[in-house]
């Protein structure tokens, strides 16, 4: 039987927002063990997704990029499931483990949900079966492989124009993700050019295509620009004002009846709710939850939703916080104490979320970047300089930081990295035949 004088503290969702709120909570609790504080998340790690572009470019190692949860954690109760149902009337979740698919049901008093978003397709007809999203460490991987494998094809192809479909990569969305990845990916192809003795510098191109009339649409525009003239200037080719309106294994097509031809379409358009959160009855339309300036769910006393899966109400714009790992963390530390604040059935305690966004910086490849720090502008070397120091600053753990370190002193001297792992490509075909045998 359960012990009824001992909390239960559930948290879905091992990314920022629920580590952050682990990490605070067990500092709150470290001395009193009648709180049982249980982290549950699909993956036995945080993704630190600023850095994943750089895994794709071969810049950082894979591994290097994601902090196991159990080394961070120091009280707290780790388990590897995925979250498949919630009933927030019996405060019950259902979980299973994805290789065994053995069910768990988890009790809580607590509950905090944190478990993101995923890949928006937007109904596009195409994209979620043929292009690349960037969300995990996985689809880094399988992403870099493919483009190897591009290569590697060209090399041995004969037709221009083949080769050519085989050497265009388009990025679909010019948002800052959509562009970190666009210029990292332009440094790796000019960079893995070199080795395919076959294939001509001009063959090469990535274009990034948005419906907007500007790329970076969350930086000023000033600096837009900038990025703009500079990609540009690098070779890279953008289609604004342009919307996409299906993707196929050898096109992106566009809504006026033109297409790319590539096979290759990296997938930064954006984000859609997690389909078990989506699924609940707090959930909006959009399927996000509500929640008030404590992160707490109406009518649900003990629950509260935070990080990307959640809109909570800035004070001053009165619009939902962005969506973004700055505001995440943040919101993490926030939620820890005002569940502390229940547990202790302190309510003057509690504190409303209030924050403000400190800045935003984008690296753009080639040692530039853009960054604008409270209103204040960078561009350039100096911007790539304080991206790498602020990134390496928010990286968790001395080892992650010392390994990205190392990484990134390596990629200033030695080539970079185009060994194709097999294992990651999708759909293999069978080889041809023999018709003499
Ligand atoms: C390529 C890329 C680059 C980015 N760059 C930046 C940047 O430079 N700066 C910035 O501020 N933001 C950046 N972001 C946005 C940032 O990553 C998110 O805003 C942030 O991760 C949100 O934190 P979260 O904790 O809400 O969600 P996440 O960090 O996504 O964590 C969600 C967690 O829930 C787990 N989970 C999901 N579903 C389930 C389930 N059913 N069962 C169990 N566990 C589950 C996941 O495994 C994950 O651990 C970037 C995003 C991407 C994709």
């Not at 492989?145 to 083949?162: N, T, Y």
């Not at 505001?327 to 604040?341: C, L, P, Q, S």
């Not at 911007?383 to 990286?395: C, Q, S, V």
Request: glycine residues 8%; aromatic residues 10%.
């Amino acid at each position: 039987m359960a012990d009824t004088t001992s909390k239960r503290v559930l948290i879905l969702g091992g990314g920022f927002a629920g580590l952050e709120a682990a990490e605070t909570l067990e500092k709150i609790f470290a001395e009193k063990d009648d709180v049982e504080i249980t982290l549950v998340s699909k993956d036995n790690y945080l993704v630190f997704t600023s850095m994943l572009a750089e895994v794709v470019s071969s810049s950082i190692e894979a591994k290097h990029v994601v902090i196991p949860l159990r080394e961070c954690l120091k009280r707290a109760t780790f388990k590897e499931l995925e979250v498949q149902s919630l009933d927030l009337k019996k405060k019950v979740v259902g979980c299973y483990h994805f290789h065994t698919c053995e069910t768990f049901d988890l009790e809580y008093d607590y509950l905090i949900l944190a478990m993101g978003s995923i890949t928006g397709y937007h109904n596009i007809t195409g994209a979620e079966e043929y292009s690349f999203p960037l969300k995990n460490l996985a689809d880094a991987m399988v992403l870099r492989s493919h483009i190897i494998d591009m290569f590697e094809r060209a090399d041995l192809e004969q037709d221009p124009d083949v080769r050519k479909r085989l050497l265009t990569f388009a990025v679909v969305g010019g948002g800052y993700t959509g562009i970190e990845v666009a210029a990292e990916l332009n440094d790796f192809v000019s960079f893995s050019k070199r080795y395919y003795k076959h294939v001509k510098a001009d063959e090469v191109k990535v274009i990034v295509v948005d419906p907007g009339d500007r790329i970076m649409h969350e930086m000023s525009e000033g600096l837009a620009e900038y990025g703009l003239k500079l990609l540009k200037k690098r070779g890279m080719e953008f289609r604004l004002q342009t919307r996409v309106a299906g993707v196929t294994a050898d096109s992106v097509e566009i809504q006026d009846g033109d297409k790319i031809e590539t096979h290759t379409a990296i997938w930064a358009a954006g984000t859609a709710p997690q389909p078990v959160i989506a699924a609940l009855p707090i959930a909006d339309k959009h399927g996000r939850i509500e929640v008030n300036e404590y992160m707490e769910v109406a009518d649900y006393p003990g629950v509260w939703a935070l990080g990307d899966c959640a809109l909570i109400p800035d004070p001053h714009s009165g619009k939902p916080y962005p969506p973004t790992a700055q505001h995440a963390i943040r919101e993490g530390a926030r939620v820890g104490h005002n569940v502390a604040a229940a547990i202790r059935e302190k309510d003057d305690e509690k504190r409303p979320f209030v924050f403000q966004t400190q800045g935003m910086l984008a690296p753009l490849g080639h040692k530039s970047a853009v960054a604008d720090i409270k209103g204040i502008k960078f561009s350039g070397f100096f911007a790539w300089l304080m991206w790498r120091a602020i990134y390496l600053g928010k990286l968790p753990g001395w080892d992650r930081k010392i390994r990205v370190s190392i990484d990134w002193f390596l990629d200033m001297f030695l080539p970079k990295d185009i060994i194709q792992l097999k294992f990651l490509m999708k759909g293999r075909q069978s080889p041809p035949k023999d018709d003499a045998s």
